[in-house]
């Protein structure tokens, strides 16, 4: 639900932080999946969809694309 609220608050333009609302759903949604995509992927050799989503967080962040990762993020959370 924060991080709902977080995506609004950015897309509305309301930034009462130094940095964009999204970054409260890419941390509160995101960095939860990527230890268990690198654990699946290190001890059981596995490619699930916590391995991709992780790729895919990690590769629209580097090219600046965060209203897609949170997207992403809130469809695969909820």
Do not use: S
């Given at each position: 639900m924060i991080s709902?609220?977080?995506v609004v608050c950015s897309l509305l333009k309301f930034q009462p932080f130094p940095f964009d609302?999204?970054?409260?759903?890419?941390?509160?949604?995101?960095?939860?999946?990527i230890p268990?995509?690198?654990i699946g992927l290190v001890t059981?050799?596995?490619?699930k969809a916590d391995v991709l989503v992780s790729l895919a967080l990690i590769a629209s962040v580097?090219?600046?694309?965060i209203i897609a990762v949170v997207?992403?993020?809130l469809l695969i959370i909820r």
């Open positions: 709902g609220i977080a609302m999204t970054w409260f759903a890419i941390v509160l949604c995101g960095l939860p999946i268990e995509a690198i059981a050799f596995d490619i580097c090219i600046g694309g997207c992403a993020l």
